[in-house]
């Protein structure tokens, strides 16, 4: 299970992320992966109904979540509760193994009571959109029990996950954040608008990047003008409206670029870009490479 961590990239009718779980029938998504893996070392700002749970198994990273930023390093890691956005990079570009475990609410919704007095208290706090996860203190007992499920994971094909584990150490981890945090109190205060206004702008550009996209397209997307557009993507994100669509496109240009023989002209036309040569440049720009260097590269890698 020691595998490239990608997310699908399709959303939902509330612009969530769809997550591709290890089986698409049972809502868990186990990994490990290593930052290098992504280009630029930096993951997409994403969302998701899931809890995240990040153990970096050795390196640093930083992590981001609704433009809050936190140094992980080995043997620590972060729970990133639900519907928050997130992701993790290194801004010195340096490697960083890490587990990545994603477990969806809805595996303890068997009963409407308990879950919506032990299970929303904590996954609808408004106090914790994340938590620092470390061996000093009482959350070491949440990183033994992610520990143990990917290592009962990684004993198992790729689909056959250890179910009634992975369902057990989930409750009991949910145990040990319902008892400690502060979620017995009305906690559930209304989302901010500018999350839900910045999550609609980033699902407009999922949905749309493949086209012209202005600023006042955007803008419009998250129902503000673009000056409050461009705010927005610099308060959570830390670069501007325009920087993210072009990174986002270069992203998705990696999978035609890598398992194609699709020429850098009909690539670049078809995420996007005006033309090869500023596809070109903007890869250069942020990837450090040409594309066709990067496609030589990493297929020599594969071999």
């Known amino acids: 299970m020691n595998e490239n961590i990608t997310y699908c990239s399709t959303f939902n009718l509330d612009s969530s992320e769809t997550v591709a779980y290890n089986n698409p029938l049972f809502p868990a998504y186990i990994r490990q992966g ?113 520990n143990k499920i990917y290592s009962s994971a990684a004993l198992q094909a790729e689909r056959d996950l250890p179910y009634f584990t992975l369902t057990g150490e989930f409750l009991s981890i949910m145990k040990i954040l319902y008892e400690n945090l502060d979620s017995k109190t009305d906690n559930t205060a209304k989302e901010s608008n500018e999350l839900i206004s910045l999550r609609n702008m980033i699902t407009y550009i999922e949905g749309h990047y493949f086209q012209r996209i202005t600023l006042e397209n955007l803008a419009s997307s998250g129902i503000c003008c673009k000056s409050r557009c461009s705010f927005l993507f610099k308060k959570y994100l830390h670069e501007t409206p325009m920087v993210y669509l072009a990174k986002l496109r270069l992203r998705k240009s990696l999978d035609a670029l890598l398992n194609s023989d699709t020429s850098i002209t009909d690539i670049a036309y078809a995420h996007g870009f005006c033309g090869a040569s500023y596809y070109c440049e903007t890869f250069q720009k942020y990837y450090g490479i040409s594309p066709l260097q990067y496609r030589k590269v990493q297929k020599g890698a594969t071999h």
């Not at 930083?62 to 890691?77: F, I, K, P, R, W």
């Not at 303890?108 to 009571?113: D, Q, V």
Request: net charge negative; proline share 4%.
């Open 34 to 146: 290593i930052l290098s893996s992504y280009p630029d070392y930096s993951a997409v700002s994403h969302w998701h109904k899931d809890l995240e749970f990040i153990v970096i198994k050795k390196g640093a990273m930083t992590y981001n979540v609704n433009g809050e930023l936190y140094d992980l390093y080995e043997g620590s890691g972060i729970m990133v509760n639900s519907r928050q956005l997130h992701y993790g990079f290194s801004p010195e570009h340096k490697e960083c193994e890490f587990i990545c475990i994603l477990l969806s609410p809805e595996l303890l919704s068997g009963n409407e009571w308990f879950y919506q007095n032990y299970i929303e208290p904590v996954t609808e706090n408004s106090l914790y959109p994340y938590l620092f996860l470390s061996k000093e203190n009482w959350t070491n007992a949440i990183l033994d029990k992610i």
